[in-house]
């Protein structure tokens, strides 16, 4: 059973930075891909960035130049950097893997919210 756990979450002024992380009970590498998603209240969850085990990585247009996504393989861990956070930002953000073979496996999934 895979475990993914995310940690980092929090409180920050808009125009500010958190990052988030994300770490899994298995090598990161043992997934085709890992990404971040979040979920505004009364909203869907809709993905915000993704890294592929090559490396490759996309983002959601809304966070394009604001946020990174990068992974510290020997600590099996993926992380989401966000900057000039923005009070829509507010969100709770969750890691998923992605296998061909199998359903996603989800984290608990961590509240972010920007103030204005």
């Known amino acids: 059973q895979v475990q993914l756990v995310e940690s980092g979450g929090g409180l920050v002024q808009a125009g500010g930075s958190l990052r988030v992380s994300c770490v899994a009970s298995v090598s990161v590498l043992s997934f085709s891909a890992i990404a971040w998603y979040r979920q505004a209240p009364g909203k869907q969850r809709n993905l915000v960035a993704r890294i592929t085990n090559g490396g490759m990585t996309n983002y959601a247009a809304s966070v394009k130049g604001r946020f990174t996504i990068s992974r510290e393989i020997r600590k099996n861990t993926v992380y989401l950097e966000m900057n000039s956070l923005k009070p829509e930002d507010t969100a709770v953000y969750y890691c998923?893997?992605?296998?061909?073979?199998?359903?996603?496996?989800w984290g608990q999934g961590i509240q972010v919210t920007v103030s204005s």
């Open positions: 998923a893997s992605e296998r061909s073979y199998e359903p996603p496996y």
